[in-house]
C-alpha cells in the first residue's frame, strides 16, 4: 500500500512523521534537556567561600562541621553542586553517608575524622553523590529487587540514567556491594541505629537514613534547601509524594534534616520535618491541579521560602 500518490496521503505521511518526530522528543527528552544543562567537562571550582568559624578545612577543598561529637557534615564548598556528604559514627562502625563527585579524596577526610570501618551508603546512584574515583572497602546500598538481579556477585554497574556522569565527562562506575539494605532495616553502628527509608521521588532507588536514637534525618537528594530536581530520568511526581508519607510517617514535628546540596554559603543545609509537610501539601496540590507553577520545563512550583520543586511539564507529570 502507498499514500504517496494523493493529497491525503501525503497529509497521513506528514502527521505520521510529525507525531513520529514528537514521540522521539518527548521519549528522549531527559537526554536532550540534560544536554543542554551540561557541557560534559569537569567544572572550574568556585573561589573559595567565607565559612563559619566552626567549619575546619581540609585539603584546602573540603569543610568539615560537627553536628554533634559523632556526627560530621563533610561540604564541598568548592564544587558548584554545594554537596554534603555525612559521616555517622557509633561505637563499632561509621557510615559515610553520600561521597560527592570523587574530584577529591574524601575517604581520606573521613578517615581522618573516625579509626572505625567506614561503610559507604550511597543516597542514590547520581555521579555527584557515588564518589567515582574514589572506591571502598565496604559498601552498602538499598536492596531492591531490580538492583539484586542485576548485580552479578554483587558488582552492580551503574546505568546512564541513574549516574547521569556524563554530564561532567565521569565515567559510569562499577559498585561492589559488600552489603544490601532492606528498606525498613537498621544499620546497627554500636550504641547507635540509622534506619533505611525508601524515600523515591527524585529518583527510584533513593533512601534517606533516620538515626532513631537522636532523631537526626539524611535526606540526599530527597529534600535540601534550593530547587529539588524532579524532572530527571527516574523522577516520579507520585513517589514524590510516597517518599514524603514515608518520611512524615517515620519522624516526629521538627526532626532536623540534612540534605545533600545547600543553596549559598556558610553552614549545612538544615531543614526540618515541617518542610517536608510543605513538600507533601505541593505535591497534592500538584497532583489535585490547584497549583500554579511557572515555567515550561522545567516547570518551577514553589513548596516553601527555601524550597522550589523543578517538574515536567504538567501533561508529562508521572502520576500513575
Ligand atoms: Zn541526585
Known sequence: MSFSGSTSGKVFLATAVLIALASTIVWQRHYLILNVMASGEPPALLETSAEHISSRWY?????VENIDERTFAIGEPLYYQQNFSYLIVGNERAVLF???????DIRAVAESLTELPITFVPSHFHYDHTGNQVTFERV????????????????????WSEHLGSMEGIETPTLHITEWLPIGSEIDLGGRKLRVLYTPGHTNDSISLLDTSNGLLFSGDFIYPGPLYAFLPNSSLKEYLEGSNN????????????????????GIPTLSTADVLALQR??????????????????TYKVNERIDLLTEPPLLQDWR
Not at 59 to 63: A, G, H, L, P, T
Open 140 to 159: 552498602a546500598v538499598v536492596d531492591l529487587p531490580r538492583l539484586r538481579s542485576r548485580a552479578k556477585d554483587n558488582q552492580l554497574t551503574l546505568t
Open 247 to 266: 518520611i512524615l510517617r517515620e519522624t516526629e514535628t521538627n526532626n532536623p534534616i540534612f540534605g545533600a546540596h545547600r543553596d549559598s554559603p556558610p
Open 282 to 299: 505541593t505535591l497534592i496540590s500538584i497532583r489535585d491541579g490547584a497549583a500554579t507553577g511557572e515555567g515550561l520545563y522545567p516547570r
Open 98 to 104: 553520600d561521597a560527592g563527585p570523587g574530584y577529591r
Open 59 to 63: 585539603d584546602e577543598y573540603f569543610i
